[in-house]
C-alpha cells in the first residue's frame, strides 16, 4: 500500500462507505407534471368547447335569419288561411267546384297553415336556443 506495508486479503480494508439514494422529491415532481399535462388538456378541452359553442351560435343566427324570411313571406305574400278558406266556401256554394275539389283545397289550405306554424315553431325554438346560448 502508500504506507509500504503489505495488507492480506483479511484486513486490506478498514472501512466501507456505502450509499442509499431515497428519492424524496420525485413523486412531488411528478405529481407536478402531471398536473400541468391535466391542466394543458383542460384548457384545449374548453378551447373546443367554446369553438363549438360560436359555430352553433353562428348556426343558429343563420337559422332565425332564414325563419324570419319565410315568416315575413308568409305573412306579407300569402293570403290569410280564413280569406283563402272563405273564397272556397264561396266557390263551394256558387256551385263553382264540387265537392272533391272543395275537400282538397280546403286540405290544402290547412297544409298551408301547418306549414306557416312548424316554421314559426322552428323560429322561436332556434330565438331560444340562440337566448341559451349567449346567457351561457
Not at 20 to 35: E, G
Not at 56 to 76: A, D, G, S, V
Not at 92 to 101: D, R, S
Not at 108 to 135: G, M, T
Amino acid at each position: 500500500g502508500s504506507d509500504d506495508n503489505w495488507y492480506n486479503r483479511s484486513n486490506r480494508f478498514h472501512s466501507i462507505r456505502a450509499g442509499v439514494n431515497i428519492p424524496l422529491f420525485t413523486k412531488a415532481r411528478n405529481d407536478i407534471q402531471v398536473l400541468g399535462l391535466e391542466h394543458q388538456a383542460n384548457e384545449q378541452s374548453y378551447l373546443i368547447q367554446e369553438l363549438v359553442m360560436k359555430q352553433r351560435i353562428k348556426q343558429l343566427e343563420n337559422q332565425i335569419e332564414q325563419e324570419q324570411l319565410l315568416i315575413n313571406y308568409y305573412q306579407t305574400k300569402m293570403l290569410k288561411p280564413s280569406v283563402i278558406f272563405e273564397r272556397i266556401a264561396d266557390q263551394f256554394e256558387h256551385g263553382e267546384l264540387n265537392y272533391i275539389e272543395f275537400v282538397t283545397l280546403v286540405n290544402q289550405n290547412i297544409d298551408q297553415q301547418n306549414k306557416f306554424l312548424q316554421i314559426l315553431r322552428d323560429y322561436n325554438s332556434a330565438v331560444i336556443l340562440y337566448n341559451y346560448y349567449k346567457v351561457n
